[in-house]
């Protein structure tokens, strides 16, 4: 067999689900402008749909932008959530416990199916780490074994962000939910505070993680092609970006505290202090908020760096992943205040509660939390945008509330597997583009999306409802 001959077969083999799959990304790449705009033109239709509600300008004007910073503390906790993880992910101690990890697969099948467990099983305590984790090894793994294949590698590491991140611990809208600074005034009226015993931590959201985690892990080894068969970053034509080791000593007196560990030991005793006081007081679970959830984050990105040195060069690289939450919530809060201000949320629930019942809405919030997620791809974001007439139908039909938070991270984490806006750190990281992992990824999709849907309305079949809870 020649060499062209070769390709050819590692194209068929390929199939046609991954051709389409790389033709659909080559079109969104095209044609799909920043996850910016898609807010703003939600801004725009909402704004448009207010005033045939009969608001006038002004009064549209107003709602925007007197909500428009109502979402700045739980704005700069998403941002943390990012540069958190990140910080843990890339710390001296942890990209040794990559290295060590990266020794355990043997085969190029089995290599993508470890990336793809690791990825979801780290996505359950933190997105943001998941992401840089499992970016990390997938190029460890693909170092040490000859014959990955680069695309089925890149989409193991992406998994947690396409099935259980937002079932876990990183939960944007069940940890917003259960923080009652975090939640607007007017959901709070809604909603009152749902605690992560009646999301999180239910049996049943238990059971979907498990359920998921098998699935994907199973087509993440399927769907990989062995190691004559295996299209390798070689063959592409790419290579891993190199990370720049620097060994830095102080220049000067004055950087001496910089790659002295004293201070960072000082802070993080107060960080460890405070954190077990929490946990004397009101339990593990009872703790668990967005705050505190990033505060450990934070300390333990602290102790191991070490140095100031160190944890404040990653935290340089990190920042710059946040820009898009910092610039697309303030238009989530504002289309928030215009939904609320044109009674917009109350027509939605109405309409939601007409073509539902008791036992259908958490299907179809389902399926239209995964078709709005294609354009507001924004976990937290796009849930502020939901959730008043989201919360407001299961009140109507007697739905469990937190059932329906869990709905919401189920359904809304299923358009990630090909809205590349959550991919930008990992394609950072390797160095590939969207449309290489696009193929695998929908694969994922068709297979987990009835999944999820089914379990959702089997599972809230089991769960009575409760009245909210008003602090």
């Known amino acids: 067999m020649t060499a062209g001959q070769s390709g050819d077969a590692r194209s068929e083999r390929v199939g046609p689900l991954a051709r389409i799959g790389a033709s659909l990304a080559d079109w969104s790449e095209r044609w799909f402008p920043?996850?910016?705009?898609?807010?703003?033109?939600?801004?725009?239709?909402?704004?448009?749909?207010?005033?045939?509600?009969?608001?006038?300008?002004?009064?549209?004007?107003?709602?925007?932008?007197?909500?428009?910073?109502?979402l700045i503390p739980f704005t700069m906790q998403m941002s943390f959530v990012v540069i958190g993880g990140y910080i843990l992910a890339v710390a001296p101690p942890v990209k040794r416990l990559v290295v060590a990890l990266a020794r355990v697969p043997k085969t190029p099948r089995g290599a993508v199916a470890y990336v793809a467990f690791v990825a979801i099983a780290s996505s359950l305590l933190s997105w943001g780490f998941?992401?840089?984790?499992?970016?990390?090894?997938?190029r460890e793994v693909s170092k040490r074994i000859k014959g990955v294949d680069y695309r089925a590698v890149?989409?193991?590491?992406?998994?947690?962000l396409g099935s259980v991140w937002a079932l876990g611990l990183s939960s944007s809208a069940a940890l917003l939910m259960c923080t009652k600074g975090s939640i607007p005034p007017a959901l709070f009226k809604i909603s009152g505070v749902i605690p992560l015993t009646q999301t999180l931590f239910m049996w049943q959201n238990l059971t979907m993680i498990v359920v998921l985690m098998a699935?994907?892990?199973?087509?993440?080894?399927?769907s990989s092609p062995d190691a004559a068969r295996a299209k390798t970053l070689e063959m592409a034509g790419l290579s891993y970006p190199e990370e720049a080791v620097v060994l830095e000593k102080p220049k000067t007196p004055g950087e001496r505290l910089e790659f002295s560990p004293i201070l960072t030991l000082v802070i993080v005793v107060l960080g460890a202090l405070y954190l077990?006081?929490?946990?004397?007081?009101?339990?593990?679970?009872?703790?668990?908020?967005?705050?505190?959830?990033?505060?450990a984050f934070l300390i333990a990105g602290m102790l191991l760096h070490w140095t100031p040195r160190s944890y404040l060069r990653a935290a340089g690289r990190a920042v710059p992943m946040t820009s898009g939450v910092l610039l697309q919530f303030p238009l989530y809060a504002g289309i928030f205040g215009v939904l609320v201000g044109s009674g917009l949320t109350d027509v939605l629930a109405k309409f939601f509660v007409s073509?539902?019942?008791?036992?259908?809405?958490?299907?179809?919030?389902?399926?239209?939390?995964?078709?709005?997620?294609?354009?507001?791809?924004?976990?937290?974001?796009?849930w502020i945008v939901e959730a008043p007439y989201v919360l407001e139908a299961a009140n109507q039909l007697k739905v469990n509330l937190g059932w329906?938070?869990?709905?919401?991270?189920?359904?809304e984490a299923l358009p990630n597997f090909i809205n590349p806006f959550w991919m930008l750190p990992l394609l950072g990281l390797t160095g590939v583009k969207a449309r290489d992992l696009a193929g695998y990824s929908i694969l994922q999709l068709i297979i987990l999306a009835p999944i999820v849907l089914i379990m959702l309305w089997a599972l809230g079949l089991t769960l009575p409802y409760v009245e909210p809870i008003v602090p």
């Open 130 to 138: 998941s992401l840089i984790f499992a970016g990390i090894l997938s």
């Open 404 to 411: 329906m938070v869990l709905v919401y991270n189920a359904a």
């Open 355 to 382: 073509i539902s019942t008791h036992e259908t809405l958490p299907f179809v919030i389902g399926v239209y939390s995964a078709v709005l997620g294609l354009f507001l791809p924004s976990g937290g974001g796009k």
């Open 276 to 295: 077990t006081s929490l946990y004397q007081e009101k339990g593990l679970l009872a703790a668990v908020d967005l705050n505190n959830y990033n505060f």
């Open 154 to 160: 890149g989409t193991a590491a992406y998994l947690g």
């Open 215 to 222: 699935l994907s892990v199973w087509v993440a080894y399927a």
């Open 34 to 70: 920043d996850a910016y705009i898609f807010a703003a033109i939600a801004v725009v239709v909402v704004c448009v749909a207010a005033l045939f509600m009969g608001r006038t300008p002004m009064q549209v004007g107003t709602d925007f932008g007197k909500s428009f910073w109502s």
